[in-house]
């Protein structure tokens, strides 16, 4: 395996369709280019990267006569995030859902999402929806653990070590304020400040391992709601290949 290399252009296939090397490039500042020769090349670099690489390497599809327009297009990302607060009344530290009563939709754990029988009558896209952590840089969230959790991200060595980096900005938004409320925070719900988190960070996760995802009650019964929702595939006005190819909506159960 090398590693710090990016795949960029192969070279042109002969008469026979053979393609002889393949040249990389070196992520570091140098950009050094090597090529590599080989029998036989496998291209299995995930969804971005291969369509990248093809993208690069159209000569792959002059056997065809044409470039598929659907290449580089069709890519399907989850739509996901934070899209509401809601509040609930009574004891915060209960569990806030434990059944679930309506026909068209099914709870897993705290989970909430359509049925596929319901999704498939409707012809909806599959969404989940379920509660979150509130914003942890707002202090007004009066959880010590939240508080203690902010903060340790934003030590740069530490925050680097306990999660990878879209899941510490998550976290921080990239936010540094009002360290003397969070700080008041944590010595205000001492010790479950402290001892809420000391699973993770002892045990396997001290072992080199990120910080899996926490998800801690609020003593103000305040919730960021969140989804998860399939997407449309589309392209652009104009697409006719293959000729008898129709847009659809594809439902997931």
């Known amino acids: 395996m090398i590693a710090g290399y990016e795949a960029r252009d192969f070279t042109a296939p002969d008469a026979q369709g053979k393609v002889a090397a393949l040249y ?3 992520t570091s500042e140098t950009g050094e280019l090597v090529v590599i020769k080989a029998a036989q090349f496998v291209l299995a670099a995930g969804t971005q990267e291969s369509t990248r690489i093809l993208l690069r390497n159209i000569k792959f599809l002059f056997g065809l006569g044409f470039t598929p327009p659907a290449l580089g297009r069709y890519y399907q990302g989850h739509l996901s995030g934070k899209i509401a607060s809601v509040r609930f009344k009574g004891n915060p530290k209960k569990r806030i859902m434990d059944s679930c009563a309506i026909p068209m939709a099914a709870i897993s754990g705290d989970r909430f999402q359509f049925t596929a ?3 498939a009558a409707k012809n909806l896209l ?3 929806i379920w509660l979150d952590n509130p914003l942890y840089y707002n202090p007004r969230h009066r959880s010590g653990a939240m508080s203690f959790m902010y903060l340790a991200m ?8 306990l999660a990878p980096p879209a899941i510490a900005y998550s976290i921080t938004s990239g936010k540094k304020t ?4 969070h700080l ?4 205000r719900g001492l010790p479950g400040s402290l001892l809420t988190l000391l699973p993770y960070f002892t045990g396997d996760t001290a072992s080199n391992e990120k910080l899996p995802g926490v998800f801690l009650y609020s003593p103000q019964n305040h919730y960021a709601l969140h989804f998860h929702a399939e997407q449309v595939p589309d392209t652009a006005t104009g697409w006719n290949w293959p000729p008898t190819a129709k847009r659809f909506k594809s439902v997931t159960g």
């Open 24 to 26: 990389i490039r070196a």
């Open 117 to 119: 029988p319901f999704l």
């Open 126 to 128: 599959n969404t989940a």
């Open 154 to 161: 934003l030590v740069p060595i530490l925050g680097k070590k």
């Open 178 to 181: 009002s360290i003397g409320s």
């Open 184 to 187: 008041a925070n944590i010595l």
